[in-house]
């Protein structure tokens, strides 16, 4: 198993495998497994000359189309360039010195802390230790449990895997930064689309961070025609993550409950050669407690289902 540090070193796994990116089934992301809207070609030749245009600075109109949907006030909705364009200053932004994270988890928030001087207190379970922040994330990467915010604590809420029922009735929650991306579910990382629903307090503090172009023109754009199919596109992620533990479960694998479009197994027997079928999956050598774990994304069509048991096949 090639150890890659994120999901989605699929030109890298290509090189090392010697063959073409269009030969591999890439399962190392979270992303919807049905992939981009069947439209989305035609808007965007109806739409190319948004690229000749300047983002709107305040975000518009995805800023609104998302405030009406999550029910909060458009001044409480900042628009990103990807949840990830946050995550690179919020530490400085918010002037934290310390942060408590659940491990193991997706390694960028701690990357970003650290390389701001705050402090990462990790933990594994039970209650967070004391700290400036916590960061949840829920679904949580890689196992895919889903947590409430506790009370009493503030921080950030990254709800980039999470359904967008279940984001809507959230609203704003004092003290609390809820942080997401757009890509995941509508399967556009290519357009950069991110979001925080704060205090408008913490919106200013975090805009002064940022650089004036929130996102790209034709994804501001884009926003308003994509939500619709949101919860749609949930439905579709919970059937696949079904018959994927299904699936593994057949086969032996040790199955973690999962609320997210990926699911993390571990392996009860010989590793299978995922490389030899041309699979991409997430393996986690950075964490020593995920070891003979993997983390696999949702095939998006019956071709992929069939290589995938192929590969989990003795």
Known sequence: MMPLPHGGGI????????CDVRDILDL????????????????????ALLAGYYPDIDGEPARSALAADFGVGPDCVLIASGAQAVIEIVFQAMGWKSVAVRVPCYSEPLRCARRSGCEVRGFESGEPPVADALWLTSPHNPDGASQPF?????????????????????????????LGSL?????????????????ETVIRKLRA???????????????????????????????ARQRLGELLGAHGWHVRASAA??????????????????????????????????????????????????????
Not at 161 to 172: C, D, K, N, S, V
């Open 11 to 18: 030109e890298e796994a290509a090189r090392a495998w010697g």
């Open 28 to 47: 190392s992301t979270g992303l919807h497994p049905a992939g981009a809207p069947a439209w989305l070609g035609d808007w965007m030749r109806r739409h």
């Open 150 to 178: 506790p009370d009493g604590y503030s921080g950030v809420l990254d709800e980039s895997y999470m359904p967008f029922a279940e984001r809507r009735g959230i609203g704003l929650k004092a003290g609390v930064l809820r």
């Open 183 to 199: 890509t995941k579910t509508f399967c556009i990382p290519g357009l950069r689309l991110g979001y925080v629903i704060a205090d």
């Open 209 to 239: 961070w940022l650089p004036p172009w929130p996102a790209p023109t034709m994804a501001l754009h884009l926003l308003p025609d994509l939500l619709p199919e949101a919860d749609g596109r949930d439905a579709q992620a919970r059937a």
């Open 261 to 314: 479009s990926f699911v993390l197994a571990g392996a009860c027997a010989a590793m299978p050669d995922f490389p030899a079928h041309r699979i991409l999956v997430r393996a986690f050598p950075e964490w020593p407690q995920l070891a003979g774990c993997l983390r696999f994304g949702l095939p998006g069509d019956e071709a992929g289902w069939r290589r995938l048991e192929e590969a989990l096949c003795p």
